[in-house]
C-alpha cells in the first residue's frame, strides 16, 4: 500500500516516513511488521495511507527496545500480546542468551590477541620458559630474528596460526618431539643405514611430519632444508652436536630421497 509524504500526514496520525525518522527503523521494517501484525498503524488517510497514532508509536518503542536487546519477532509479539507470557523470564533468558556470546565474545578476542602477537612474536613463551623447553643453548631472540628474516613469507604466517594455539606444555611435546627424531638420526647413522635405503626414506618421512609442527613441508622445501643444515654454522653446529657429520649425512638421506621422487636436489627450490 502507498504511503504518504510527510505533507499528507493526517494531524492525528504520523506517516510510515516520519515513524521511520524518529524511531530509526526502516521503512522496510515497519511494512514488515505491519505485515506480519506484530505493528499495525491504527489509522489510515482517506487515500489509504499508514498513520500511526500515539499508542501506535509506543507499542513501536517496546519492538525497537525488544529487538535491541535480542529478542526475535515472534517472542516480541507474545511479550506484547500474550498476558500470560512470563515477561521477566523471556528477558532473563535473553540475558542468559547475551551473557554466553559476550563470554564467546570474550575469548574470541583473547585468541586474536594470541594470534597478533604470534604474528609479531613467533613464540608466545617467556625467555624463562623458552631455556626450560628447548635447553639452556637456546636464544631467546632467535624468534625475532625469524620473524625478521621469514615475517613475508606464507610458512611464518602458516608456524604463527600453530604457534597461537601453543603453551608451554605443547611446546615441550614439539621439543621432545623433535629430540627424540634427532636420536634417531644419530643411531642410524651410527648403524650405517646408506642414503636411498628403505630405512633412511622413512626417516625422511618422519622429518616432514615432525617439522609439520611448525609448517607443511614439501619435498622440495625439504631438500632446501637439508642445505641449510649442512651449510649453516647454527644448525650444522646442532647436528654435528649430536654426532659427527650428521648435518652432512642427513642432507644426503633428504637428497637421495629426494630424487626418488624425481626432484632434483641441486635446482630444488624453496615451494
Given at each position: 500500500m502507498p504511503d504518504a509524504t510527510d505533507a499528507d500526514a493526517d494531524a492525528d496520525g504520523l506517516t510510515v516516513g516520519q515513524v521511520s525518522a524518529r524511531l530509526g527503523v526502516t521503512v522496510r521494517a515497519l511494512h514488515h511488521w505491519d505485515e506480519i501484525g506484530l505493528a499495525r498503524p491504527s489509522l489510515r488517510t482517506a487515500a489509504g495511507y499508514r498513520l500511526y497514532t500515539a499508542g501506535d508509536l509506543e507499542?513501536?518503542?517496546?519492538?525497537?527496545?525488544?529487538?535491541?536487546?535480542?529478542?526475535?519477532?515472534?517472542?516480541?509479539?507474545?511479550?506484547?500480546?500474550?498476558?500470560?507470557?512470563?515477561?521477566p523470564g523471556e528477558?532473563?533468558?535473553?540475558?542468559?542468551?547475551?551473557?554466553?556470546?559476550?563470554?564467546?565474545?570474550?575469548?574470541?578476542?583473547?585468541?586474536?590477541?594470541?594470534?597478533?602477537?604470534?604474528?609479531?612474536?613467533?613464540?608466545?613463551?617467556?625467555?624463562?620458559?623458552?631455556?626450560?623447553?628447548?635447553?639452556?643453548?637456546?636464544?631467546?631472540?632467535?624468534?625475532?630474528?625469524?620473524?625478521?628474516?621469514?615475517?613475508?613469507?606464507?610458512?611464518?604466517?602458516?608456524?604463527a596460526e600453530r604457534a597461537a594455539s601453543r603453551g608451554p606444555e605443547e611446546w615441550q611435546a614439539v621439543a621432545d618431539t623433535m629430540t627424540d627424531f634427532d636420536r634417531a638420526l644419530g643411531d642410524a647413522m651410527d648403524a650405517g643405514v646408506a642414503p636411498g635405503s628403505p630405512e633412511a626414506n622413512r626417516l625422511v618421512e618422519r622429518h616432514r611430519e615432525v617439522f609439520g609442527s611448525y609448517f607443511p613441508l614439501t619435498r622440495q622445501m625439504q631438500v632446501c632444508l637439508g642445505r641449510m643444515y649442512a651449510s649453516d654454522p647454527g644448525f650444522a653446529a646442532h647436528y654435528d652436536g649430536i654426532r659427527a657429520g650428521l648435518a652432512t649425512w642427513f642432507r644426503r638421506i633428504v637428497d637421495a630421497s629426494a630424487?626418488?621422487?624425481?626432484?632434483d636436489p641441486d635446482t630444488a627450490t624453496w615451494e
Amino acid at each position: 500500500m502507498p504511503d504518504a509524504t510527510d505533507a499528507d500526514a493526517d494531524a492525528d496520525g504520523l506517516t510510515v516516513g516520519q515513524v521511520s525518522a524518529r524511531l530509526g527503523v526502516t521503512v522496510r521494517a515497519l511494512h514488515h511488521w505491519d505485515e506480519i501484525g506484530l505493528a499495525r498503524p491504527s489509522l489510515r488517510t482517506a487515500a489509504g495511507y499508514r498513520l500511526y497514532t500515539a499508542g501506535d508509536l509506543e507499542r513501536l518503542h517496546r519492538i525497537v527496545v525488544y529487538r535491541e536487546i535480542g529478542l526475535g519477532l515472534d517472542r516480541i509479539g507474545a511479550v506484547l500480546d500474550h498476558p500470560a507470557t512470563d515477561v521477566p523470564g523471556e528477558l532473563r533468558a535473553q540475558r542468559a542468551q547475551v551473557a554466553e556470546r559476550i563470554e564467546r565474545l570474550q575469548r574470541l578476542g583473547a585468541g586474536l590477541d594470541r594470534m597478533i602477537d604470534a604474528h609479531e612474536r613467533g613464540l608466545l613463551l617467556t625467555a624463562e620458559q623458552q631455556a626450560a623447553i628447548f635447553g639452556p643453548d637456546w636464544d631467546p631472540d632467535s624468534p625475532a630474528q625469524a620473524r625478521r628474516r621469514y615475517g613475508d613469507t606464507t610458512q611464518w604466517r602458516q608456524y604463527a596460526e600453530r604457534a597461537a594455539s601453543r603453551g608451554p606444555e605443547e611446546w615441550q611435546a614439539v621439543a621432545d618431539t623433535m629430540t627424540d627424531f634427532d636420536r634417531a638420526l644419530g643411531d642410524a647413522m651410527d648403524a650405517g643405514v646408506a642414503p636411498g635405503s628403505p630405512e633412511a626414506n622413512r626417516l625422511v618421512e618422519r622429518h616432514r611430519e615432525v617439522f609439520g609442527s611448525y609448517f607443511p613441508l614439501t619435498r622440495q622445501m625439504q631438500v632446501c632444508l637439508g642445505r641449510m643444515y649442512a651449510s649453516d654454522p647454527g644448525f650444522a653446529a646442532h647436528y654435528d652436536g649430536i654426532r659427527a657429520g650428521l648435518a652432512t649425512w642427513f642432507r644426503r638421506i633428504v637428497d637421495a630421497s629426494a630424487r626418488a621422487h624425481g626432484i632434483d636436489p641441486d635446482t630444488a627450490t624453496w615451494e
